[in-house]
């Protein structure tokens, strides 16, 4: 189809378009450009609207299918309670990771600077659930020395922790009070 036979065959239906734009939109501005994407979709088909039969028909199922596209896409499908409070804890559960993770790398840090002796012994106790007795055996140290190096040790990492953490928020203080 040349240029001559798009303007004469295909053009004139362009009010009859948008009529029927405006009918499934009800909002001219859209239609307007609903109807100038179908005429370029026709004009980019140029050479194929010769085998179709009735151009008009064509013309109105592209303008239909793309106001259904538009409609559509408009649609807001509706979240019943149950999903929407799912998928608020599954938000919540990715962030809390996050943090945890962020902390744990934190906490590392902190036992690595501890002097040797703490650093073992919360390893041993903390990490790998030792009972005392046994990290008694490990290491050569009496029970109480065992238990007075843990807690300085945990008392050293909660408030290097907390340092590094004070943004002035009541949430670190709580954050540091489950992880110790």
């Known amino acids: 189809m040349v240029a001559s036979d798009f303007k004469t065959k295909v053009l004139p239906v362009s009010k009859k378009l948008l009529r029927f734009a405006v009918h499934f939109l009800k909002d001219e501005d859209e239609a307007r450009d609903v109807v100038q994407d179908i005429f370029l979709k026709l004009w980019q088909k140029k050479d194929e609207l010769d085998r179709i039969e009735n151009v008009e028909a064509f013309a109105m199922r592209m303008t239909r299918n793309r106001c259904l596209d538009i409609i559509r896409a408009k649609r807001v499908v509706p979240i019943d309670a149950e999903k929407e409070n799912r998928l608020k804890e599954e938000t919540i559960d990715v962030h809390e990771q996050i943090e945890m993770s962020e902390a744990a790398g934190q906490i590392k840090a902190l036992i690595g600077r501890l002097p040797e002796i703490q650093r073992n012994v919360m390893q041993l106790r903390d990490i790998e ?6 990290i008694s055996e490990m290491t050569g140290l009496q029970v109480n020395a065992i238990r007075v190096n843990l807690s300085r040790a945990r008392k050293k990492v909660r408030d290097e922790f ?3 953490n004070s943004d002035g928020k009541e949430r670190s203080k709580t954050f540091a009070a489950t992880l110790f």
Do not use: G, N, R, V
């Open 129 to 134: 659930q030792l009972e005392y007795e046994e």
């Open 162 to 164: 907390l340092k590094l």
